[in-house]
């Protein structure tokens, strides 16, 4: 069984940066994401690296990138350019199903969550 654990949240202001890091315990997934929440809102995908291949979504791109390292147990998000609207709790998740990407419903193994505030 996977466990996962994020670390990094905090409070910026706008134009900022944060680097977001989480971990998997257990066996080493096939793919590992980030998630987030904003208040009020459905869980929105974030990036995801499957088998060393990267996946980032339209929030993402352009600011964001992921990183993995070479035992694939780890992931980072660095985000840079931040916008109130980034405000959310993010998430990591973890899954044994190879290509899960950003389908939400494919991960079993998420972790408790970091908050991420954006403002001035």
């Known amino acids: 069984q996977v466990h996962v654990v994020e670390s990094g949240g905090g409070t910026v202001q706008p134009g900022g940066s944060l680097r977001l890091s989480c971990t998997a315990s257990?066996?080493?997934?096939?793919?590992m994401a980030w998630f987030r929440q904003p208040p009020g809102k459905g869980r929105q995908g974030v990036a995801a690296?499957?088998?060393?291949?990267?996946n980032l979504s339209n929030v993402a791109n352009g600011r964001f990138t992921i990183s993995q390292d070479n035992g694939k147990n780890t992931l980072d998000l660095q985000m840079n350019k931040l916008k109130p609207e980034d405000t959310a709790i993010y998430y990591c998740?973890?899954?044994?199903?190879?290509?899960?990407?950003?389908?939400?419903?494919?991960?079993?193994?998420w972790g408790q969550g970091t908050q991420v505030t954006v403002s001035s």
């Open positions: 690296i499957c088998s060393g291949r990267p």
């Open positions: 257990g066996d080493i997934p096939s793919c």
């Open positions: 998740a973890a899954t044994q199903v190879q290509w899960s990407f950003l389908r939400d419903d494919l991960y079993d193994a």
